[in-house]
């Protein structure tokens, strides 16, 4: 009865405390969705300027009183005023709002500050959102957005409960009771941050979808926190911050920095005290694992590429010390998934033939474009790429706006009756065969050949032999990324390291039966798996131990 009478109050005082936590992090969402829409040129509702004769000036005063919200917010205003300053000869200042003074304007939030926070919650960590600086597709200097989730001192073990296997039972009160135990002295004594996750966050293409966003599709992600790590996602160039440019979708190489850039940027806020309430510091052992789904597949793979390329100084490679890639259902090869959506278009079955996602063509298109405009693709034009149709549903324009989802788009193409690659593609890409019938690619046209050659440039499966240990999972029958990615990558690449080339239905015989369990209900491993439910069931191999263990057999 003791047992039970104390599991009730422990329970009551974590769904207290997470109700407390939902509160701030709501508010914390809706300030940065606000912010983030200066992408237009428009500043958002609740930021004051004043403007005289010789400065700008914003007024912080509206938001929450967090010193690390409050940095995150300044960062951003200063990226806003920097973009008026060049256009204008005035001085730019963002007024200083004392600490004391925002608690006294925001009454409603003082019972949930920092302190309050760290408290068990759904993900057993916090939300840091905070920017920093690198390059876009055409390597100017750019600042963008990112997110760190880190631990609380409070918190239940992932790993600890799931690997009790059958034993649920027995779970309650001896886990509850070292975690909270581990908890007083981690906030007493001093906490120390065991290792990294760095993700690199699938196709998006609204910020609402990004890391930073409303609903962050590699959310699954966070659930490392839990497990003593710190989890970094940063926002792909062209989403939050800096949604007013393009993105270089599977222009790899500058992506790869811009996830680098802003690991390191987040390890340098853990290090400086920014970020933490009392002493938490990364472990002597510190190292980091570098994992991505779909297009984060891609992006991890070439990330290795670039941190293996002698661009990153020692000193960098140092701090990260990677350990272990894991990469899920990625275009590695972007040449290779275009041939076999043409063909899939003489297909038979409704499934091969119509697109899953027509969005990612005009993102590849107009990527291509912009990062390549100096050579081949200057002579080309988007437009030419596509359909009346298709240019017709106002997709490309939806895309520049960064505020419609991928299934929103999807089912806009679905809406105007456009499901096939032919349907969405000019003659100057695919063209019908006069004499079989068929589908086939235009090999011939200037637009063709530019974009191949564009293309080309980006396939991660050529030129290098990876360093480190890479486990690779692909979904055989994913019809967003199709297989011939992995087939690519077994075909192309050599590697001095361990390498494991696998499937969900692999990795689920090698975890624990609870994980298990928990990894085929939340993945639909069993019920027609598709590209997202697969998403999901990555995250949780990978967080199960799962790949850790398939590499170290």
Known sequence: MKKIFFAIICLTLWASHAMAATTHEEKMDSLTREFVAHCDGKLPPGITISEDSTRYSINLLEFIADPVAKRYFEQMGQAIMNEKAATSDKKIEIQNISMEKMELNEQGMKRVKRKSVAIPQVTFCLSVP???????????????????????????????????????????????????????????????????????????????????????????????????????????????????????????????????????????????????????????????????????????????????????????????????????????????????????????????????????????????????????????????????????????????????????LNRKAAGHGIFTIDQMMSDKMIKKNAETGKIELNTESKEYKCLMRALEFNDVTKGWTPQHPVLFMHLDGDLVVPYCNMEEVQKNMTFDNKVVFTDPYEVKKKMSTVWGLAAGAMGKLDDNPDHSSIGVFFYIGAASGAFHDMLNK
């Open 130 to 408: 905070y920017t920093y600086m690198s390059v876009d597709g055409k390597n100017n200097p750019v600042r963008l957005s990112s997110i760190m989730y880190r631990p609380s001192p409070f918190q239940f073990n992932y790993s600890a409960i799931m690997g009790l296997g059958n034993f649920i039972p027995n779970i309650g009160i001896g886990t509850i009771l070292v975690e909270a135990i581990k908890g007083l002295w981690n906030y007493a004594v001093g906490y120390t941050i065991d290792y990294g996750v760095l993700g690199c966050h699938p196709t998006v293409t609204s910020s609402a979808e990004a890391p930073t966003g409303a609903m962050p599709l590699d959310g699954d992600i966070k659930m490392f926190c839990s497990n003593y790590a710190i989890v970094v996602c940063p926002d792909y160039c062209g989403y939050g911050l800096s949604a007013y440019r393009q993105h270089p979708y599977l222009v790899q190489g500058v992506t790869a920095r811009n996830v680098v850039d802003g690991y390191i940027a987040a390890l340098d806020l853990i290090q400086s005290g920014d970020v933490v309430d009392g002493k938490w510091e990364l472990a002597n052992k510190f190292y980091t694992d570098l994992m991505g789904y779909s297009q984060g597949g891609s992006v991890a793979l070439s990330t290795l590429r670039y941190l293996e390329s002698g661009q990153v100084s020692e000193d960098k490679l140092k701090r990260i010390n990677l350990r272990e890639v894991y990469c899920g259902d990625g275009p590695y090869s972007p040449i290779a998934t275009v041939n076999q959506y043409v063909t899939w278009a003489n297909m038979q079955e409704e499934k091969y033939r119509n697109l899953a996602y027509p969005c990612v063509l005009p993102l590849i298109v107009q990527a291509a474009k912009d990062a390549y405009n100096s050579g081949c693709m200057r002579t080309v034009n988007v437009e030419d790429y596509f359909t009346p149709e298709f240019l017709a549903t106002g997709i490309i324009e939806d895309l520049n706006s960064k505020s419609i989802t991928t299934e929103q």
